[in-house]
């Protein structure tokens, strides 16, 4: 699979996985599994709508490319106010779903005159314990790209991740999360086998950079085999460390895309974000997409052109 369809499987994956979950959302976790795209449910929305995943993702993109690959925060968090105020990046003008984490954040930046600190707009999120939900986990997924195609260091990808997420969740276990995810998607993109990239993301040391406390919510992925758990085990909450342990289990325990994003979305309660992540790994591992559901997705022509562009700008100067 060429780099290009990588991307694209993975963004587009990544929204089809948001929409097939949008109606489900707070919903109990179900025996009889859904496996078409559903219209209106929890949200009321018409079929093939995304949410705030894919809107951070997509406003994260549309940065990066305005700004010709450089990572301006700024930007990003204007683009981040556009669409909570104006709708902009959205599927249909209208903003729903937005984290209360992430709304904290958004009000400390937009009124940051008032608040010196977050002049700075990666000091402007949340870094109190009870703040970890998934709101950076669920818009991590192009710096993984812009990760592996800029080539930059190990060290670069840390501190590029810690600033990407705490422009909204500061804790170190919400970085943990999105570093995790990030090595996980890396390693796809370099071709490995995911049970491999598996075995990597468990004998990482990540003692470099996160304190034993930190590594230690995370015991069931990296310690244990998440693999091995029964689904009665596994949460599917807006925490960010069970959001990620969903995450991996689907992806690890479901061998197509298809499957990956069913099992996922009939978890329960946050499985439009879970869908949503589920459907980056796999998007950017298995070599098609379900062209049905894509069909669905609504504004899938910007989506197409939106990867197009992100590609061009990550391979300038390569």
């Not at 795209?37 to 994260?60: C, F, Q, R």
């Not at 870094?127 to 709101?135: A, K, L, M, P």
Request: charge should be neutral.
């Amino acid at each position: 699979m060429s780099d290009f369809t990588r991307l694209k499987n993975g963004i587009l994956g990544f929204v089809i996985g948001d929409a097939m979950g949008v109606p489900l959302e707070f919903t109990e976790r179900r025996k009889e599994k859904v496996i078409d795209m559903l219209e209106y449910g929890s949200h009321n929305m018409p079929k093939g709508s995304w949410s705030d995943d894919s809107s951070m993702v997509i406003a994260t993109m549309q940065s990066i490319i305005d700004n010709k690959g450089v990572i301006c925060y700024e930007d990003i968090m204007n683009n981040f106010i556009l669409w909570v105020k104006k709708g902009k990046f959205t599927s249909n003008n209208k903003t729903f779903g937005v984290g209360s984490t992430t709304s904290k954040a958004l009000r400390n930046y937009y009124y940051r005159e008032e608040f010196i600190i977050c002049k700075n707009p990666v000091m402007c999120g949340i870094d109190n314990f009870n703040d970890n939900g998934n709101g950076s986990l669920m818009r991590i997924l192009p710096i993984a790209y812009y990760s592996y195609y800029k080539k930059i260091t190990e060290e670069d990808i840390y501190k590029l991740v810690k600033d990407i997420s705490s422009m909204t969740h500061r804790h170190s276990i919400s970085v943990l999360g999105c570093y995790i995810y990030v090595l996980f998607v890396i390693g796809i993109l370099n071709g490995k086998k995911k049970e491999d990239v598996y075995k990597d993301i468990r004998e990482y040391n990540y003692n470099k950079y996160f304190d034993k406390e930190t590594i230690n919510n995370y015991s069931r992925i990296l310690d244990n085999d998440i693999r091995l758990l029964d689904i009665d085990s596994i949460n599917s909450s807006g925490y960010v460390v069970n959001t990620l342990e969903a995450v991996i289990w689907c992806f690890m325990n479901k061998n197509n895309y298809n499957e990956n994003i069913i099992e996922a979305i009939n978890l329960g309660n946050d499985v439009d974000t879970i869908g949503a992540l589920v459907g980056g790994l796999s998007g950017s591992y298995y070599n098609k997409i379900n062209n049905k559901w894509l069909k669905e997705i609504k504004r899938k022509d910007y989506l197409l052109y939106l990867c197009n562009r992100y590609y061009e700008i990550l391979n300038n100067n390569r």
